[in-house]
């Protein structure tokens, strides 16, 4: 099943809640923190290319990826207007492959809990180490396990004049994946619905899990902080903000 095929469309639409510019300012604020100078920027799943767009109008030279050539459709047509944008790559995480280092790589809105196999997640942070200059920092945050397993059994719905998705989710402890059902009716011009179905799976990755993978990949200096945040994540945080060297 495609992933975000349908959805890509309407996805910035529906999820206006994203807090784009004020995730994107928190990256400003930690890339002017770098070891070394930063000009090179890759977003790793980069989804519509909202968050590489804003970087890319803040100065950054940007690379973006995803595996979705339909969310890469919707990326490369909102920067058409800016004066430098993003170079859009489709490509799976743990395929990544560019053409030269980068100062930095950034992953947001939890785009790695869709690795839901170990081996995806060593591999990805193995290449991300490969085409990291070094002293370069590795910014990325992930749904908490904590989020994941509230989701269970949960139905949620977001709507605009032309759209209406509905999610419903569900744990699975055994995997410890969360599963999203989504269902999507879209507006035809003869006021008639369409509706198509997609199937969404993120793993609720451990703190120590992830710290391991980045120490295996080569990475060190390792910080956990809340979401958009310089503090130590709540107990009950969604989202985990990681900063590795």
């Known amino acids: 099943m495609n992933v975000y095929g349908a959805l890509a469309a309407s996805y910035d639409g529906l999820m206006a809640d994203g807090a ?43 690379i973006a990826a995803d595996g979705s050539g339909e969310m890469l459709t919707q990326a490369a047509a909102k920067a058409e207007d800016l004066d430098r944008p993003p170079l859009f790559l489709q490509q799976a995480m743990p395929r990544l492959r560019l053409a030269r280092p ?34 370069g920092l590795f910014l990325f945050d992930v749904n908490t396990p904590y989020k994941l397993r509230r989701m269970d059994g949960q139905l949620y719905m977001d709507e ?31 006021g008639a619905w369409d509706r198509s179905f997609e199937e969404h799976r993120e793993r609720a990755w451990s703190e120590e899990e992830l710290r391991n993978c980045l120490s295996e990949a080569g990475f060190s200096s390792v910080r956990l902080t809340g979401d958009l945040t310089d503090k ?5 945080e969604d989202r985990w903000q990681f900063e590795a060297r």
């Open 232 to 236: 130590p994540p709540r107990p009950d």
């Open 102 to 135: 980068v100062d930095t790589v950034v992953s947001t809105l939890d785009s790695l809990n869709y690795l839901t196999a170990e081996r995806d997640l060593r591999e990805t942070f193995r290449r991300v180490r490969r085409w990291l200059k070094p002293g």
């Open 160 to 190: 605009t004049e032309e759209a209406v998705c509905v999610w419903r989710t569900f744990f699975s402890e055994k995997k410890r994946v969360c599963t999203y059902q989504v269902d999507l009716f879209h507006l035809r011009p003869d």
């Open 20 to 62: 784009y510019r004020r995730r994107a300012a928190f990256l400003e604020r930690r890339l002017k923190k770098s070891p070394i100078p930063v000009e090179t920027v890759l977003d790793l799943g980069c989804g519509t290319g909202t968050i590489a767009c804003l970087l890319a109008e803040r100065g950054y030279e940007v």
